[in-house]
Nanobody, 115 residues
Framework: QVQLVESGGGLVQPGGSLRLSCAAS????????MGWYRQAPGKQRELVAG???????NYADSVKGRFTISRDHAKNTVYLQMNSLKPEDTAVYFC?????????WGQGTQVTVSS
């Protein structure tokens, strides 16, 4: 069974930075793609950033130039570096992994951007 465990969320002031981590129970190269999603109260879950097994990345327009997705295959971990955070980035952030027709989710980590 695939397990994804997120960490790194917290409270940060506007303009600050956080790095989220998603540790997978197996090799991240066994997944077709991995990504970070977020869900704010009253809103739908949205894709923030994704990375394919080949290394191609994509980002939501709202985070381009501020967020960076990366991976460390030795640690089976995918990261989301978030810089220049804004109050509208406040949400629960979820890690996602796709393998074939199956999708897997982590439990989520809260990110709050507030002064």
């Amino acid at each position: 069974q695939v397990q994804l465990v997120e960490s790194g969320g917290g409270l940060v002031q506007p303009g600050g930075s956080l790095r989220l981590s998603c540790a997978a129970s197996g090799s991240i190269f066994s997944f077709n793609a991995m990504g970070w999603y977020r869900q704010a109260p009253g809103k739908q879950r949205e894709l923030v950033a994704g990375i394919t097994v080949g290394g191609t990345t994509n980002y939501a327009d709202s985070v381009k130039g501020r967020f960076t997705i990366s991976r460390d295959h030795a640690k089976n971990t995918v990261y989301l570096q978030m810089n220049s955070l804004k109050p509208e980035d406040t949400a629960v952030y979820f890690c996602n992994a796709r393998k074939g027709f199956s999708g897997y989710w982590g439990q989520g980590t809260q990110v709050t951007v507030s002064s």
